[in-house]
């Protein structure tokens, strides 16, 4: 089991919310290539340590936030605060 | 042996000479295991002979396979066997099958939804029919069949879209209704007041389970009977790389040049990289970005009782996947956990939702134990299928990225993989599967036969 620490909600399980994915920012759709649109659709990150991601609380606030965990461990650092601003890959 | 070592890959480095102790020649089996052998060695108090010799790391190598698998030494036994390059190491950081290749469930099928799916399982398929006589080892092929539940109208077209696929590709595959069902496998509850009633189900005849570890150590030893070397414990920390455009001269056009592992530096002009997990990891040391993420998945097994499940049963909206080792242990398998992680530990909820749905199937089993759980590493794609052969840096291969069908798909990726790196060509099998389909948006979708489905 998962506890997520959602920043209105408190630790929930990971079942309650759905996983977005790897946090980053959106290429700009005036001066993206197609190149660049499609590594952000598609190419990882995908670190073995801290990773940035993009959490939804499916079952609860309803809101998005990005938080930061460790993907050796699981645990979450750095927990996330109400009003973060949502990232990436939503 | 002089006659073999001359038959190396023309464009790459200088083999080193000597000091090399194969002890067999790409035409012969390596040595039948028997009951005979077995008695006179127990009588005369002989040592049983290692299975693979343990020899010194050298300085250079023609091939540095990553990856100590079924895949990695799938390629390095057919790199030995169809193209006589012998001069190969395979590096594993612990040891032989101790990833996914020991971790997952044994089941092979070809039964997929995209011709080059089904293709390219099918050739996997063939090869596995043939190992034991090929390999000389018992890898204990049992063709029981495969059946996919459906409990949807949406399922159930699904696997009439499957059914007609295969077809196509004389591929035995149909779909069969509930009384077929019932008569294959007894113990499923065929009735209509299940949950998720049973309307009808994909059967797969040729399709069956396999020892994995045998696998694996059949083509270890067969490798190694002609002259490829196998280093466990060997830690591969950095790829070598020159000329690329990005930092230190990696990533794309640069050249590889070799590998450096926790026992030193070897040069090495090509790297195949047969990882499963630790893809990403390794294909960032050559600077190569990979659309990949890295989820666990989850699988149990049960307490030894009498046989009484003749197929494998696979259900994709229960999420669950069981078949009957010849032990009599139901094994379990679960579709992979929802977030990144490379961290493999089991969790409760999973056993209880994974034993809620199998009851539901099979309700007579409700007093059976769960001996143990485990879980391995799935290397997951965008499009359900893998990413194979050339990337942008010359000499650096990937067989990568095979979620959770990898072990179905090892003898056919060794033998196309081992063909594309002899002969500088992408092999045509392997071809729909190339790491460039992601920019050009030629994705080869297999989630409707790969997700869960095995």
Known sequence: MLLVPCPNCGPRNASDLRYVGEAGPRPDPNTATEAEWRSYLYIEDNPAGLLRETWYCRAGCRRYFVAERDTTSNEFVNSPLPGNKIGGKA | ?454
């Open chain 2, 1 to 454: 042996m002089s006659f073999l070592r001359s038959l190396s890959l023309n464009s790459v480095g200088q083999r080193v000479a000597g000091s090399r102790g194969a002890n067999g020649d790409s035409q012969s089996k390596p040595p039948r295991y028997s009951a005979g052998g077995l008695f006179v060695k127990g009588a005369r108090n002989q040592p049983w002979p290692r299975v693979w010799r343990e020899v010194p790391l050298q300085k250079s190598y023609d091939v540095v396979i990553v990856g100590g698998g079924v895949h990695g030494l799938a390629c390095a036994y057919y790199l030995a066997t169809n193209h006589g390059i012998t001069n190969v190491a395979v590096l594993d950081k612990a040891y032989l099958g101790s990833g996914g290749s020991g971790r997952n469930t044994a089941i092979v099928r070809s039964n997929y939804l995209t011709p080059e799916g089904v293709a390219f399982y099918d050739r996997s398929l063939t090869l596995y029919n043939t190992m034991s006589v090929d390999l000389n080892l018992n890898v204990m092929f049992s063709e029981r069949g495969h059946m996919t539940l459906a409990h949807t109208d949406g399922a159930l077209r699904t696997m009439r879209w499957r059914a007609e696929v295969n077809k196509l590709q004389d591929i035995d595959s149909s779909v069969i209704d509930p009384q077929e069902v019932k008569k294959l496998a007894p113990s499923l509850d065929v009735s209509d007041h299940a949950r998720y009633p049973i309307l009808g189900a994909l059967y797969h005849p040729p399709g069956g389970t396999i020892r994995h570890d045998a696998v694996v150590w059949g083509y270890a030893r067969g490798a190694d009977h002609r002259g490829v070397e196998m280093h466990q414990k060997t830690e591969v920390l950095d790829i070598l790389v020159e000329g690329g455009e990005g930092r230190d001269g990696k990533g794309a056009g640069g050249k590889v040049t070799g590998v450096r592992t926790n026992r030193g530096d070897i040069s090495a002009p090509i790297v195949v990289n047969c990882t499963a997990g630790w893809a990403t990891l390794i294909s960032d040391m050559a600077g190569v970005k990979l659309p990949i993420s890295t989820r666990p998945l989850q699988a149990a097994v049960t307490e030894p009782v009498k046989v009484f499940l003749p197929t494998v049963v696979v259900s994709g909206s229960l999420h669950v996947y069981v078949s009957q080792t010849d032990r009599g242990e139901l094994v379990f398998g679960a579709s992979v956990d929802p977030f990144n992680t490379y961290n493999i530990r089991g969790s409760l909820e999973f056993t209880e939702e994974l034993a809620g749905h199998v009851l539901e199937l099979m309700p007579g089993i409700s007093r059976m134990r769960l001996l143990r759980q485990w879980s391995g590493l799935c290397d997951m794609t965008p499009d359900y299928s893998p990413v194979m052969g050339f990337t942008p840096v010359d000499g650096f291969l990937c067989d990568v990225g095979w979620g959770t069908y990898g072990f179905k798909a090892g003898p056919v990726s060794g033998e196309q993989m081992a063909e594309t790196i002899a002969t500088g060509q992408t092999a045509k099998l392997i071809e729909p599967f190339k790491l460039s389909r992601f920019a050009t948006g030629e994705l080869v979708g297999e989630k409707g036969a790969a997700a869960v489905g095995h």
